[in-house]
């Protein structure tokens, strides 16, 4: 998803990292990784087990990140950002921490550096409020959606980028992205592997007629070819 040609190795940043299990993908990719989160007993676990090798640190992404300017090749986050739209404290202002997230990320990560943040908001508002406060901050990219129809298998993703490389971007065109996922997400309720695959073998099928409507498709919310929505923002 950060678009990061095979067998090349990245500083990454793992934003709201838990007991690291993301961290642990990370590192099976041969990157190396540094984590944060606001809870210290999730980093005491992640510290505990032997395939976390990445630096962890105790922080609230809230109040922004500390790193020198650079320091990180990209960023991901597993089901934190949401967070960041909510008050547990009278002296919290959810807009003044997104302000701080986004403007300190970007100086934190190196030009053209991607950005792949997985999230649950809990309502449209939370999803203005985050992809305006990105793009405040100098960043650009798009959300998508996996699964829109479902309630219990939808998931959001946003992808950013920090400015423009060159040599980014020519790394990047070497490489697929990830299908899309479509249909209500009940095979994935029901854990059947199996049948996604039937479903995405079917679909597969239908590459050519997509292909003809794509060029009908330049709006700035719309379905991709396996029905997942996407909205680009600049």
Sequence with gaps: MLAIPKGQS???????CGSGISGSVLSQKGHMWVGMDISKAMLDVASEREEVEGDLIHSDMG???????????????VSALQWLCSAEKKSQNPYKRLNKF??????????????????????????????????????????????????????????LMAGYSEEIMNEARQVIMPQAKSGDGDSEDEG????????DDEESGSGESAEEGSEE??????????GRKKKDFN
């Design 10 to 16: 990245r500083l990454l940043l793992d934003i709201g």
């Design 102 to 159: 986004f403007s300190t990320l970007y100086a934190s990560l190196i030009k053209g550096a991607r950005c792949a943040f997985q999230f649950y908001p809990s309502g449209p508002e939370q999803v203005e409020m985050i992809t305006s406060s990105a793009m405040r901050n100098g960043f650009t990219g798009g959300l998508i959606v996996d699964y829109p129809n479902s309630k219990k298998a939808k998931k959001y993703y946003l992808f």
């Design 63 to 77: 109040h922004g990140f500390g790193f020198r300017s650079g320091t990180f090749d990209g960023a991901v986050s």
């Design 217 to 226: 498709s330049e709006e700035d919310e719309k379905i991709d070819v396996k």
């Design 192 to 199: 059947s592997d199996e049948e996604m695959s039937d479903d």
